[in-house]
């Protein structure tokens, strides 16, 4: 049997507490922004899978205000580290007339964001802003209009809380670069 060899060595970024400070400002700043919500007609976080999923889970754990939680499927990598240029999305939401919050991991090239967005404007939100959790503004090729981010980050491959490589790596607590 072939063993596979290949070793992979994270660079350390950010640790689960300055991730868990970062995550409690934002969750204060979306609680105070968005104060005019009801409990008749909360803040609806659409959370991006898989990656923004962990993230999403604690945000949701610091936002104060009436909120609800929904999920969209978006997959523009493959298995290699590079984007495929095309973004498959699948969901099953209804928006109308609602405040939502779409919640990513990661706006690299900023083209899945881009198609998100268009497809939930498409079906008249009341208001649609973007959080996410790590921002790679050296890789944007297509304009992303962000509200929340956690952290700026430099244009290299990010593993950890949630995010994978090839699904390996999403249950590290903290976030890294993965140095191949
Ligand atoms: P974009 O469409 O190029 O902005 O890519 C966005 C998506 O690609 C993110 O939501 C991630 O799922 C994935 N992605 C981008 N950069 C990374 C990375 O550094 N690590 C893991 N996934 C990434
Ligand atoms: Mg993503």
Excluded: W
Aim: with cysteine; aromatic share 6%.
């Amino acid at each position: 049997m072939s063993e596979n060899k290949t070793i992979n060595t994270i660079t350390p970024l950010f640790s689960v507490e300055v991730i868990e400070k970062r995550i409690s400002e934002i969750g204060k700043a979306i609680s105070d922004d968005f104060d005019m919500v009801t409990q008749d007609c909360p803040l609806l976080l659409i959370v991006v899978l898989k990656g923004a999923f962990i993230f999403a889970a604690d945000l949701l754990r610091t936002i104060t205000i009436p909120c609800g939680i929904d999920f969209i499927h978006a997959s523009s990598y493959g298995s290699e580290k590079t984007s495929s240029g095309s973004v498959s999305i699948k969901h099953n939401l209804s928006i109308t007339d609602r405040h939502v919050l779409l919640v990513e991991d990661i706006i690299d090239t900023g083209l899945t964001i881009q198609q998100i967005s268009a497809e939930l404007i498409s079906m008249k939100p009341a208001s649609l802003s973007i959080c996410t959790l790590l921002d790679k503004p050296n890789a944007r090729k297509h304009p992303a209009d962000i509200t929340y981010t956690g952290f700026v980050v430099p244009d290299a491959f990010i593993v950890g809380y949630g995010i994978d490589y090839n699904e390996r790596f999403r249950a590290l607590p903290s976030l890294g670069i993965l140095n191949s």
